[in-house]
């Protein structure tokens, strides 16, 4: 096992998020996490009790991020590992029929929640001079399919937005657009429909991405990964 690790990490409450939270507790990490149901937070708790730690939050909501990252912070000190995992996909469809309503969500959890995310925790990291943060891409972030093109839109910015922070960060930090590869989530029924069974399950996956996030380090900055398969 490597050394414990303090790993912030949004979108805990089922898909990847829950699947890298139950694999990075199973090797002795403490994870400190968020999502908005209050039921799965709720028996995250009961599951996971301190140190591990998780609360509902709303990460497009900036005020709620900022309280949640200074409690941590102040209870926790700066993350090792800060990953950006929280996400929602729109409703497949054309983009001349996506209602601006939904594209607002997309883009307020997708790309300003990471912001937020990053604004409240990164600069407690750099203070301290070390961490990793890694933004959760898509293959969608590096090409296009059709009727998802709000999400499209939101991952390729994810992955320019991570680029350009790792240009800002000072040695001895990284950043890192990540492309986990296609998992068998409630994300993926959304936009595959019934072809999403034919994907491997988020426990799989986190069996491999997990030692492989426990890996990164200053030499991976800037690099846009994909997850092992
Ligand atoms: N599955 C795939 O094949 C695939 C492929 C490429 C990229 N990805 C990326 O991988 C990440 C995880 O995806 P997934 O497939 O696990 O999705 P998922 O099953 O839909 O889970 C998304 C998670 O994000 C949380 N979330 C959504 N909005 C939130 C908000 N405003 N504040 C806090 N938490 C929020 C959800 O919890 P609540 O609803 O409780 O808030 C949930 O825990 C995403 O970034 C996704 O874009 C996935």
New binding site residues.
């Given amino acids: 096992m490597s050394d414990p690790r303090r790993i912030v990490i949004?979108?805990?409450?089922?898909?990847?998020?829950?699947a890298m939270t139950e694999e990075f507790i199973r090797r002795g990490h403490v994870m400190l996490g968020?999502?908005?149901?209050a039921a799965?937070i709720a028996s995250l708790r009961k599951r996971f009790p301190a140190p591990h730690d998780f609360a509902v939050?709303?990460?497009?909501q900036d005020a709620q991020v900022g309280a949640w990252a200074a409690r941590l912070l102040a209870e926790f000190g700066p993350p090792d590992l800060l990953l950006n995992?929280?996400?929602?996909?729109n409703a497949n469809a054309p983009l001349w029929q996506v209602p601006p309503d939904e594209f607002s969500r997309v883009i307020d959890?997708n790309v300003k929640?990471t912001h937020y995310v990053i604004r409240h925790f990164v600069p407690a990291m750099i203070q301290r001079g070390s961490g990793v943060i890694v933004n959760?891409?898509?293959?969608w972030g590096r090409s296009t399919s059709a009727e998802v093109a709000p999400y499209c839109a939101t991952?390729w910015a994810v992955e320019g937005m991570t680029q350009a922070l790792a240009e800002e960060l000072p040695p001895g930090m990284a950043a890192v657009p990540l492309?986990?590869?296609?998992?068998h989530?409630?994300?993926?029924e959304s936009c595959f429909g019934q072809d999403a069974t034919a994907?491997p399950n988020?426990d799989r996956w986190a069996q491999k991405a997990v030692p492989f996030l426990l890996e990164l380090r200053t030499r991976d900055n800037g690099k846009p990964l994909t997850a092992p398969s």
């Fill in positions: 949004t979108g805990v409450s089922r898909g990847l998020g829950l968020c999502a908005r149901s799965d939050v709303d990460v497009s995992n929280a996400a929602l996909i959890v929640g959760f891409s898509s293959g991952k492309n986990p590869g296609i998992i989530t409630q994300m993926l994907y988020p």
